[in-house]
C-alpha cells in the first residue's frame, strides 16, 4: 500500500514550482467567477484560450482519463460557485451530472474540452437569466448586462444612463421600481461581491482588489467595503479564505 505522506512530500519535490501552481490557481479562480458572474462576453474572451498549453496535472496514467478526471473536477467546482451566487442547488448539481455523464463517455481529449466549454457557457448563461429573470424592462436588462460587463470601470448611474442613450433620472427611478433598490446601491453591491470572492479565493492585496474594481482610492475601498459587510476587507480575507466551497457545504445542504 502506498505511503501517502511519503508520496505526497516527494511530489511536492520533484513540482518545485509552488510561484506557478499559485498563478495557475489564482487564473482557475478568475475562471470560474466569471462564469458565476453571468459574464457572457468575458467568458468568450476567456474561452479563445481555453486548454491552450494548459498543463494538467497527473491524476491518471491514461492521458484521456486523467483529462476527464479535471473535466469533472470543474464542473464540480463551478456548480459550487454558482450556488454561490444563488443558482437553485438541485439545478446546479443536476447539470454538473449531465455533463459529468457526457465527459465519462467520450472518446477524446477535444471532446472533454468541448464539452468543457459547452459546461462553462450553459452555467454562465443560467447565471445571467437569474439575474434578469428579476426584473421586466429591457432597459434595466441591458443595464444590468452593462454593470457586469465594465464592473472594473468607475461606474456612476450618469455613466450607465449614458451608455443606454437615457435620462439618468429616469433610469433610476425605473431601476428602483424594478429591483427594490437604487442603482448607485446595486452597482456597489455587485463591485463587493465581486471583492468578497476575490478576498476569499486569491492573495491579491486590497489595494489591488479597489484597483480592479475601479474605486478611487483604496481608503475609499476598505470605507464601501466596512460599511457593506460590516468588515474590513483584512477581517474578511481573515475569516473566509478559502472556506466558501471547501468548508461552506453546511448551510447549503450535501450532495
Excluded at 482588489?209 to 475601498?221: C, D, E, K, M, R
Aim: glycine share 6%; net charge neutral; aromatic share 8%.
Amino acid at each position: 500500500m502506498m505511503n501517502i505522506e511519503k508520496e505526497l512530500a516527494r511530489r511536492l519535490m520533484d513540482e518545485g514550482n509552488a510561484e506557478g501552481r499559485l498563478e495557475g490557481y489564482n487564473r482557475e479562480i478568475n475562471f470560474y467567477e466569471t462564469v458565476a458572474s453571468g459574464n457572457s462576453r468575458a467568458l468568450e474572451e476567456r474561452l479563445k484560450s481555453f486548454g491552450a498549453n494548459q498543463v494538467l496535472g497527473k491524476l491518471s496514467s491514461n492521458a484521456l482519463q486523467n483529462r476527464k478526471y479535471h473535466a469533472v473536477i470543474l464542473a464540480a467546482l463551478v456548480s459550487r460557485f454558482c450556488i454561490e451566487q444563488g443558482m437553485e442547488i438541485s439545478v446546479a448539481y443536476t447539470l454538473s451530472d449531465i455533463y459529468i455523464e457526457l465527459i465519462d463517455n467520450a472518446s477524446s481529449g477535444e471532446e472533454v474540452r468541448q464539452l468543457q466549454m459547452d459546461l462553462l457557457r450553459h452555467y454562465c448563461r443560467k447565471m445571467n437569466e437569474l439575474t434578469k429573470s428579476k426584473v421586466v424592462s429591457r432597459h434595466i436588462v441591458v443595464a444590468i448586462d452593462y454593470i457586469r460587463s465594465h464592473i472594473q470601470d468607475n461606474l456612476t448611474v450618469e455613466s450607465i444612463a449614458d451608455s443606454l442613450s437615457l435620462n439618468s433620472s429616469y433610469l433610476s427611478k425605473l431601476f428602483k421600481q424594478e429591483m427594490g433598490i437604487t442603482l448607485s446601491r446595486y452597482i456597489r453591491d455587485q463591485k463587493i461581491t465581486v471583492a468578497c470572492n476575490m478576498l476569499r479565493h486569491l492573495d491579491e492585496s486590497s489595494l489591488t482588489v479597489a484597483n480592479y474594481l475601479g474605486f478611487s482610492s483604496q481608503s475609499h475601498f476598505i470605507q464601501v467595503f466596512k460599511k457593506t459587510t460590516g468588515m474590513t476587507p483584512e477581517e474578511y480575507r481573515r475569516k473566509n479564505y478559502h472556506q466558501s466551497w471547501m468548508n461552506g457545504d453546511s448551510d447549503k445542504g450535501e450532495k
